[in-house]
């Protein structure tokens, strides 16, 4: 069973940045594809970020995210990372640290283990 926990979230202005850390527990961290998730107020979970398992040599990024937001992996230190640049009121939402065992996860059928969620508020 992994424990999932992440921080770094809060209120920014748009433009800001921020850095979400994700601290992993109770398997193998390098084992585990990672990935960020997020859900704003009325609408569903969506994808935002996967950095694949062991070295992190491939990411993918969603859209509306690329060139601003970066994923990122130390396994030495069983966490997974997500900068956040160039803030958009759009980017409000509480962000989600995922743990895949299969494959990179890009939609939420793929996750085995989800964090409890933290809250990134962009403000205008």
């Known amino acids: 069973q992994v424990q999932l926990v992440e921080s770094g979230g809060g209120l920014v202005q748009a433009g800001g940045s921020l850095r979400l850390s994700c601290a992993a527990s109770g398997g193998t961290f390098s084992g585990y594809a990672m990935g960020w998730f997020r859900q704003a107020v009325g609408k569903e979970r969506e994808y935002v970020a996967a950095?694949?398992?062991?070295?992190?040599?491939?990411?993918y990024y969603a859209d509306p995210v690329k060139g601003r937001f970066t994923i990122s992996r130390d396994n030495a230190k069983n966490t997974a990372y997500l900068e956040m640049n160039s803030l958009k009121p759009d980017d409000t939402a509480v962000y989600y640290c995922?743990?895949?065992?299969?494959?990179?996860?890009?939609?939420?059928?793929?996750?085995?283990?989800w964090g409890q969620g933290t809250q990134v508020t962009v403000s205008s």
């Open positions: 995922a743990a895949a065992s299969r494959t990179m996860p890009v939609v939420t059928w793929q996750v085995d283990y």
């Open positions: 950095i694949s398992r062991l070295s992190g040599a491939a990411t």
